[in-house]
């Protein structure tokens, strides 16, 4: 029998992490006969301690068969010591009239640290997935302080955006989401991120000659670009159920490979691809295989695209810039 996986969630009493743990624990990502050891990690405060003990006995209570242990911390270090798969979620998310920038002097720092703990004890093949706003920066952030691990050891969540994109496309279309294919979402977790559909394929083949380009331009994309803020208005809260949702589809196709002609879309330090400076964490279409992502090579994106592309990295290097004393 296989090793239980070692698997970190930091932010476990917040809400992103609550959703994700049970689906999680229920086999969701790894298949409900894979066992898992879970870290589940928050501040050290002694009320969060308590609600996350209350969490992990709630755990108990669900009898099931893939959970080998559960651990409740408050130190970094105890939470990455050897593992294998770390959600990093825990952070302030972003409210009411809040931007993303604004979020940055907050939780940039707690990036910095956790990524020199996972540097120090965390399994050197550790996949790192960065949930925590601003999550591309945030992504970045964890890279610079963790010199040792690869730096394809991480990556920063533009799932919820791809998935948005698909959702939005099968509505338009009325057919099922699960038929699109070849969804590419460009650059940074916000507004201006480039969500484009010029590869994307269903049944009936290319999906735009099946949908304007106005339609395109004028209400897809900012309807993707601005999903968030309509959720946090509706809510008064951010996100949960399909951020949950999120970081398990990208964890998964991470560890388990994407299918057969498809891709999906990833924050990753960039390689230099499609004039993105190398280092920068930027939404990418992704394949995956053998526990290891790669970057599609070989795309012509329009002018239109192209010149959007750049805006969005123009902002991650904006936050870079404003990130500097957080880097070493
Ligand atoms: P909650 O406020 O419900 O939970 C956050 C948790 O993080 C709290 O329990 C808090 O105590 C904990 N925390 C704070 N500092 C910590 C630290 N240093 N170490 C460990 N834990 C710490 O927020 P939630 O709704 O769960 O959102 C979590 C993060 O996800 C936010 O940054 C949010 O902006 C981000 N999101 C990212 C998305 C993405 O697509 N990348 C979408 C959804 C969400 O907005």
């Known amino acids: ?7 970190t969630i930091t932010g476990a009493a917040g809400k992103i992490g609550y959703d994700l743990l049970f689906r999680i624990a229920a086999g969701n990502l790894f298949g409900p006969d894979r066992q898992v050891e879970f870290r589940l990690m928050d501040l050290a405060r002694e009320d969060i301690q308590k609600k996350l003990t209350g969490i992990s006995k709630e755990l108990e209570d669900c009898a099931f068969p893939a959970v080998a242990g559960v651990t409740v911390t408050g130190d970094p270090r105890e939470a990455f010591d050897g593992s294998e798969v770390v ?4 952070s302030k998310p972003r409210t009411a009239g809040m931007t993303r920038k604004d979020l940055l002097s907050d939780n940039g720092k707690i990036f910095k640290e956790q990524g020199k703990a996972l540097n120090d004890v965390a399994s050197r093949n ?4 960065v949930v925590g706003n601003p999550a591309n920066t945030n992504c970045f952030i964890a890279i610079k302080n963790a010199p040792d691990l690869d730096k394809s050891c991480f990556s920063a969540m533009l799932r919820l955006d791809h998935n948005r994109s698909i959702g939005q496309i099968a509505k338009k279309l009325g057919i099922n989401p699960g038929e699109i294919r070849k969804m590419t979402v460009w650059g940074n977790h916000s507004s201006t991120q480039v969500p484009d559909i010029s590869y994307c394929e269903n049944n009936g083949g290319r999906i735009e000659g099946q949908i304007d380009k106005e339609w395109q ?4 994309t900012p ?9 946090i208005a509706l809510c008064g809260a951010s996100s949960v159920g399909s951020a949950a949702n999120a970081a398990l589809c990208q964890m998964r196709n991470w560890y388990s490979g994407t299918p057969e002609d498809d891709w999906v879309t990833m924050g990753v330090p960039s390689d230099g691809s499609y004039g993105i400076p190398e280092g920068y964490v930027y939404g990418f279409p992704v394949t995956c295989k053998d526990g290891k992502y790669s970057i599609v090579k070989g795309l012509e994106p329009d002018e239109y695209i192209k010149k959007c592309m750049m805006l969005s990295f123009e902002e991650i290097r904006e936050e870079a810039d404003m990130a500097q004393e957080l880097l070493n």
């Open 1 to 7: 029998m296989n090793k239980p996986i070692k698997l």
């Open 126 to 129: 550790v996949k790192v997935l």
């Open 223 to 231: 309807l993707i670009r601005n999903r968030g803020t309509e959720i």
């Open 87 to 90: 959600f990093l979620v825990g």
């Open 217 to 220: 331009r004028n209400e897809f």
